[in-house]
């Protein structure tokens, strides 16, 4: 499975932006799928988590009101809506999807993008 986000870069506080998560490979075999981020200096930490129809999602605390997860299987992408962006928003974000094949569970990864907001 490969994951390419795209859509990341700079807005001003209290702006928008989308990012998205396109897989491709074995996507059969994926199931949940999710958004990470990482901050300079502080640990990755999950943003959002979407199950594999789509209808069960959960939120970091952090963001809950704000972003919104959604995925379309049909193109085999996901999304992160992100509205009223704050400064302390600003990370890599990564997409991630969990996978079962060969028989065994896998962790997939994106290479990430930067989204920077400014005061």
């Known amino acids: 499975v490969q994951l390419v986000e795209s859509g990341g870069g700079l807005v001003q506080a209290g702006g928008s932006l989308r990012l998205s998560c396109a897989a491709s490979?074995?996507?059969?075999?994926?199931?949940?799928m999710g958004w990470y981020r990482q901050a300079p200096g502080k640990q990755r930490e999950l943003v959002a988590v979407?199950?594999?129809?789509?209808?069960?999602?959960n939120y970091a605390d952090s963001v809950k009101g704000r972003f919104t997860i959604s995925r379309d299987n049909a193109k085999n992408t996901m999304y992160l809506q992100m509205n009223s962006l704050k400064p302390e928003d600003t990370a890599v974000y990564y997409c991630?999807?969990?996978?079962?094949?060969?028989?065994?569970?896998?962790?997939?990864w994106g290479q990430g993008t930067q989204v920077t907001v400014s005061s």
């Open positions: 991630n999807a969990w996978a079962y094949n060969d028989f065994a569970p896998h962790d997939y």
């Open positions: 979407i199950n594999i129809g789509g209808g069960s999602t």
């Open positions: 490979g074995r996507i059969f075999s994926i199931n949940n």
